[in-house]
């Protein structure tokens, strides 16, 4: 995924409207929607750092869809925070039948290697 669909999953995460990113970032709305456009251009430097500021992630994440940290932590894609978003909704009962099942499916994926 590229710029504009990391903004877009990344606005959607965070019900946060166009015009709100605008307000907060200080990037023109038609810019963003530029953007956001099918054939849409790639920020300048200076919008991706105040557009990320904004949104409370880095350029890098924005760009990449990757979110490289400094300890040994694996990166979030878009749709693992949608997943994660998700899971925190549920209460703690479903949440740790969601834990269970992870938990299978790894054990049987890794039964399956050793076969």
């Known amino acids: 995924m590229g710029f504009k669909e990391n903004l877009k999953a990344e606005l959607a995460y965070k019900n946060i409207l166009v015009k709100e990113l605008a307000s907060i970032s200080g990037v023109n709305r038609r810019t963003i929607d530029n953007y956001l456009r099918e054939n849409g251009s790639l920020p300048s430097?200076?919008?991706?750092?105040?557009?990320?500021?904004?949104l409370g992630v880095t350029v890098e994440y924005l760009i990449t869809g990757q979110e490289w940290q400094k300890q040994n932590i694996s990166p979030?894609?878009?749709?693992?925070r949608v997943i994660l978003k998700n899971l925190e909704s549920l209460s703690r009962r479903d949440q740790k039948i969601v834990f269970s099942l992870i938990k299978s499916l790894k054990e049987m994926e890794s039964s399956e290697k050793n076969v």
């Open 45 to 54: 430097a200076d919008a991706a750092v105040r557009i990320a500021a904004a």
């Open 76 to 80: 979030l894609f878009p749709d693992a």
